[in-house]
């Protein structure tokens, strides 16, 4: 690409289409036509030599070469843009929508906090909550479907570059079963007794596969796992009316969960524990709106 010949509105064009990841929506923020924003599109193909932008369902996502044009670029747009417009977000006056994509068991601890801090500071901001899973957080944040994701990764799978994220809080794991269950009467569980009591236990992708049991077959062992349910809520609830027990997680002065007819004790085999962090696409650094509400939700819950 020829500097001198450069013209670098377009480059404005290719923000837009990484950000809001569709040709319509990216004509829309710059209030420019979608033949405009088309054409803009060809001459940055022929300017890089690349498609850039392929279609994906009813958007476009970016080619490998336009995600390694985007880091540097963003970092150049980002300073352009404080320099010229300043780094001021007015989130009291802001009407903007995001969404996040969590679990039950997160947004329960995440979405009362969020929301009231939300309706003092930001009043006018829409915030959505979507059902989602360490299994297929990564694909909706690259969909554009979700501006931001909450939850523990799974580190056995590979981190996809375009992945940013930021530490929260640390998720210890805690047995729970009915008030009453005579397991509950132990000073301490034997470890064969738990594992031959009957388990129920929480699967979000719906198959039989859960932390735990991974934790379990790691050290040759196995326990009598009877049910799975798909919301954390259900598990709690199976738990309070029956005699079946659950390793659930436990985040220490951020619970929301109602101990009523339930008791809590140490598992006879410690899980390790996880961290929970906030996840977003890289299309969204140079993104003021999004900056403000990250670290809006890093002030909230990051936990040492």
Not at 78 to 104: V, Y
Not at 149 to 178: H, K, T
Not at 179 to 205: C, I, Q, T, W
Not at 264 to 270: F, I, N, Q, T
Request: charged share 25%; with cysteine.
């Amino acid at each position: 690409m020829n500097y001198r010949n450069a013209d670098l509105n377009l480059l404005k064009v290719f923000e837009a289409l990484m950000t809001e990841g569709s040709v319509t929506r990216a004509a829309r923020k710059l209030s420019l036509t979608q033949p405009t924003v088309s054409n803009a599109l060809s001459r940055l193909r022929e300017t890089f030599d690349d498609p850039l932008f392929v279609r994906n369902g009813t958007g476009v996502r970016p080619t490998r070469r336009a995600a390694e044009l985007w880091t540097p670029l963003a970092r150049s747009l980002h300073a352009i843009r404080g320099m010229l417009e300043g780094e001021a977000f007015d989130a009291s006056h802001s009407d903007a929508q995001l969404t996040i994509t969590m679990s039950d068991y997160v947004s329960c601890i995440v979405a009362p906090r969020l929301l009231d801090r939300l309706g003092e500071v930001a009043p006018g901001i829409q915030c959505h909550a979507s059902p989602g899973t360490v299994v297929d957080f990564c694909h909706t944040l690259n969909d554009n479907k979700a501006d931001f994701a909450i939850g523990a990764y799974n580190d056995e799978v590979q981190r996809p570059g375009f992945l940013r994220s930021r530490r929260l809080w640390s998720v210890n794991f805690a047995c729970f079963m009915r008030s009453g269950h005579p397991l509950g009467k132990l000073e301490k569980m034997p470890l064969k007794k738990f594992l031959n009591a009957r388990h129920v236990d929480v699967s979000l992708s719906g198959n039989s596969s859960v932390i735990y049991d991974r934790v379990l077959r790691s050290r040759g062992l196995e326990r009598n796992l009877v049910a799975t349910v798909s919301h954390y809520d259900a598990a709690y609830e199976v738990v309070r009316r029956s005699d079946l027990i659950a390793v659930l997680p436990w985040s220490e002065g951020l619970e929301t969960v109602r101990m009523t007819g339930l008791r809590r004790v140490a598992p006879p085999l410690a899980a390790p524990p996880r961290t929970v962090e906030l996840f977003w696409h890289e299309r969204h650094e140079t993104s003021v709106l999004h900056q403000w509400f990250g670290n809006l939700l890093v002030a909230m819950f990051a936990r040492d």
